[in-house]
């Protein structure tokens, strides 16, 4: 036998906690507004017959009060007797009797008399009502002390009267209320039913709407949303997916795109490669500088090559690396980044005027640098020869980078971050075209805004935007 213990299966969840995980939303709002509203018709109607029945008690009890009170006023100074016998008839006056304190002077009586009664007679107990039956039928008793006009006399009244056509009355009341419950419990599963089909249809063209996506995988499906539609949560939610499901559409058609212009881009370098390759391949066949130009050529397309799946490596992270952010000196990094592009072009001219007064910002220092050198070999890309780059940070934690070259033009503006692109006058010069996409999404990472305009006098004029 194995030294481990045998693991003991949990207990199975019961078919009923099985079937309420597995009934559906809907089934389970219209069950709790169908016990909802049949709890309250169910009340109502409870709380109706104890109210009617209490009427009807309450109405015989006063009936009884008003024939001790007739008796009382009539026969104040006689003795004990039977004053009513028609006890088996409903009419009123009916079935009353005056009893003594003391037995001994007891007549032939139709109305049973306890002790009790004779503690009422006695003024040792207050008045009660008893429910009884007299003759087979059921009745209603009041005994009450007797209001003597001689002082010392101890006497009680007893008053009865047949209670059938209250208990009649509560009977049908009874019945009248389990009907209207009954109908109300109906009702409340029609309604519960109706009100959960109406709640849950935007969920239904939600969950509709998702299943046709993921068949399709068409991301330019919509919820349809109704005309006129009001402002609950299920109408947010069904167009807050909405707003969802374009993003999502704009996030694959950038991302198809950008396989695309990849797959277009590497197609020319890697073409290169393949043939320097098969040149240097057949190496004893070629002249010495035949052999050289086939090697630079490789190594030039190797750089390219792998400058452009470095960037694109780059542009796939989203974010910055939150353990690698700190506070950076912007005036440091911006004139060390002018220091490595000056002798990266030694053709052009950077002027830089700093006003930020050493002001930080937090960030990750490689990228920031990244960013600015991307502006800054792009603006000498297209300067003239001999040109100058005009460099500026200002103490409004505000970098601007100008160059003299032909500028922007307008139709090319907007298009000027995207990925692979390149205007009709790049497309001749070096570089992937990722540069200034990447400027920007390493400046929307740091919480800074990239924007690019046609400068005064010609040429074009970056501004880099940090808040605060």
Request: charge should be positive; glycine fraction near 8%.
């Amino acid at each position: 036998m194995s030294g481990r213990a045998a693991r003991r299966p949990g207990p199975r969840p019961s078919a009923h906690a099985r079937w309420r995980r597995r009934r559906p939303l809907r089934t389970r709002l219209a069950l709790a507004c169908t016990a909802a509203v049949a709890l309250v018709a169910v009340g109502i109607s409870a709380a109706a017959f104890n109210v009617v029945r209490y009427e009807l008690d309450h109405q015989l009890d006063l009936h009884l009060t008003q024939q001790a009170t007739l008796v009382q006023q009539q026969h104040r100074d006689e003795g004990p007797q039977v004053v009513y016998g028609e006890c088996d008839f409903l009419a009123a006056p009916a079935c009353a009797q005056i009893v003594p304190a003391d037995p001994a002077h007891d007549v032939p009586f139709l109305l049973p008399v306890t002790a009790a009664t004779r503690q009422v007679a006695d003024r040792q107990r207050s008045g009660y009502f008893t429910d009884l039956t007299i003759s087979g039928h059921p009745a209603r008793m009041l005994t009450t002390p007797m209001t003597a006009a001689q002082p010392g006399t101890r006497q009680a009244v007893q008053v009865a009267l047949r209670s059938d056509s209250v208990q009649e009355g509560v009977r049908q009341a009874g019945e009248l209320m389990a009907v209207v419950a009954a109908v109300g419990v109906l009702l409340a599963g029609a309604l519960g039913y109706a009100v959960a089909r109406t709640a849950l249809a935007p969920v239904a063209r939600l969950t509709r709407t998702a299943e046709r996506i993921a068949d399709t995988r068409d991301a330019g499906l919509r919820i349809e949303l109704p005309p006129g539609r009001r402002e609950d949560e299920l109408t947010s939610l069904a167009a807050s997916f909405n707003t969802m499901l374009g993003e999502l559409e704009q996030s694959v058609a950038a991302q198809r795109r950008l396989v695309a212009d990849a797959s277009h881009e590497l197609r020319t370098p890697l073409t290169a490669l393949r043939t320097n390759a098969e040149l240097l391949a057949k190496a004893d066949r070629l002249t010495d500088a035949q052999r050289d130009r086939a090697a630079a050529g490789l190594r030039r397309q190797l750089r390219e090559v792998t400058g452009m799946v470095n960037d694109l490596i780059e542009l796939a992270r989203d974010e910055e690396p939150q353990p690698l952010l700190e506070e950076v000196r912007l005036g440091a990094l911006v004139e060390h980044c002018v220091a490595a592009a000056r002798g990266h072009w030694p053709a052009t001219a950077f002027a830089l005027a700093d006003d930020s007064a050493q002001r930080s910002v937090p960030g990750v220092p490689a990228r920031l640098a990244r960013l600015v050198s991307n502006l800054l070999d792009n603006a000498a890309k297209f300067s003239p020869p001999g040109g100058e780059v005009e460099v500026r940070l200002t103490a409004g934690l505000e970098l601007t980078v100008r160059d003299h070259g032909p500028g922007i033009a307008a139709e090319d503006l907007p298009y000027v971050f995207d990925r692979f692109y390149r205007a009709s006058a790049a497309r001749a010069l070096p570089g992937s075209g990722l540069g200034l996409a990447m400027a920007r999404q390493i400046a929307q990472a740091h919480g800074a805004t990239l924007t690019a305009e046609a400068a005064p006098g010609g040429g074009a004029l970056f501004r880099l935007r940090w808040p605060g």
